[in-house]
């Protein structure tokens, strides 16, 4: 649901996903509640204004009872046309209607040439090159058991 959701780039279906309450840590962003992940126009729009094309694929990386640990990859490029690939981990908590209560994002990011794209590209050209199969982590191939919620299958 949140992949969904955040491949919208539509901050109130983004705010959906998560609780009433829902504490936030996105690099150095801190955000408490719903209406102020929606209301977050700062945060989400700004985002968003310079991440153009973006592109999001969630793996999952562990879980227990509530909380899940996601590995995650983004591609998008910037207002001067240079793409960029970021990388990082989440740690999520859910409710029991099953929203998002917490979620802790730590987020790098690297500079890469268009043809090294593998999310954000047109569609029917995309190859499957996780960079979790890359690090060896992970032997799931297209059509797999991942990413979660399909969110961004069509990325395959």
Not at 127 to 145: F, I, P, R, Y
Request: aromatic residues 14%; glycine residues 8%.
């Amino acid at each position: 649901m949140a992949e969904a959701a955040w491949n919208t780039r539509d901050p109130d279906k983004v705010a959906l996903a998560y609780t009433e309450d829902s504490e936030w840590r996105n690099r150095a962003e801190f955000i408490q509640g719903r209406d102020a992940i929606r209301e977050a126009n700062w945060f989400l729009r700004g985002k968003w204004a310079r991440e153009q094309d973006y592109k999001l694929r969630k793996y999952l990386w562990a879980f227990k009872d509530n909380r899940i640990a996601v590995c995650f990859e983004y591609e998008y490029r910037d207002g001067s046309g240079q793409w960029w690939r970021a990388y990082g981990n989440e740690n999520w908590e859910f409710s029991a209607e099953g929203l998002m209560r917490k979620r802790i994002a730590s987020i790098n990011e690297s500079e890469i040439r268009e043809d090294q794209r593998r999310i954000a590209v047109d569609e029917g050209a995309v190859v499957h090159n996780s960079w979790l199969q890359e690090q060896g982590l992970s032997d799931v191939t297209a059509g797999g058991d991942f990413p979660l919620g399909g969110g961004s299958s069509t990325c395959y």
